[in-house]
């Protein structure tokens, strides 16, 4: 089964800033990788599709990189609806995994 | 809009079942796969299963095969996840969410709290 391994798990930061939160596979899933974002009491929210694709609605601030095993998601200025915790989601051989998040908290 | 709305959460004691609705709206069920994910208070997220849009297959996480049973009305349009010999472990918040097939899910409902307890 793959294992999915995020970075950093917490992450501080302010507002403005630049943040990326990276993601590795335990073996290749070519480009088969989702972003959600979670606000505490919420339901998850795709942020990105395909490792870089944005769905509609979707602040461009937001973009996904990589593929085979290395994502990463990037805020490029975070807003203070930012605040929340992260995860990336492979989909392999019939099997669905998640990564263990990232919380984005204010610094 | 999409809509989800999970139902059928509760306090059950280790061992028992506990059988979990989703009911979707907005979009066209017949032709969209389905999963189940779930989130133990406080920590991640954790897919559970997965059923085609006709029924015809199936996925399970190995946490849960053997004890859940997803199946689906698409005449009804509900979804369902029967889940039996529960344990402490199994209690979370059960989300369902629609499928963008196969790879990523794409609207989610609010979930419901599932509390393995004696």
């Known amino acids: 089964d793959i294992q999915m391994t995020q970075s950093p798990s917490t992450l501080s930061a302010s507002v403005g800033d630049r943040v990326t939160i990276t993601c590795r596979a335990s073996q290749n899933i070519v480009n088969w990788l989702a972003w959600y974002q979670q606000i505490p009491g919420k339901a998850p929210k795709l942020l990105i599709y395909k490792a870089s694709n944005l769905p509609s609605g979707v602040p461009s601030r937001f973009s996904g990189s990589g593929s085979g095993t290395d994502f990463s998601l990037t805020i490029s200025s975070l807003q203070p609806d930012d605040f929340a915790t992260y995860y990336c989601q492979a989909y392999n051989d019939s099997l669905w995994t998640f990564g263990q998040g990232t919380k984005v908290d204010i610094k | 809009d999409v809509q989800l709305l999970e139902s059928g959460g509760g306090l059950v004691q280790p061992g028992g079942s506990l059988r979990l609705t989703c009911a979707p709206s907005?979009?066209?069920?017949?032709?969209?796969?389905m999963t189940w994910v779930r989130q133990t208070p406080g920590k991640g997220l954790e897919w559970v299963s997965t059923i085609s849009h006709n029924g015809g297959a199936t996925y399970y996480a190995d946490s849960v095969k053997g004890r859940f049973t997803v199946s689906r009305d698409n005449f009804k349009n509900t979804l369902y996840l029967q889940m039996d010999s529960l344990r402490a472990e199994d209690t979370a918040v059960y989300f369902c969410?629609?499928?963008?097939?196969?790879?990523?899910?794409?609207?989610w409902g609010q979930g419901t709290l599932v509390t393995v307890s004696s």
């Open positions: 907005g979009f066209r069920f017949s032709t969209s796969a």
């Open positions: 969410a629609k499928v963008m097939w196969p790879t990523y899910f794409d609207d």
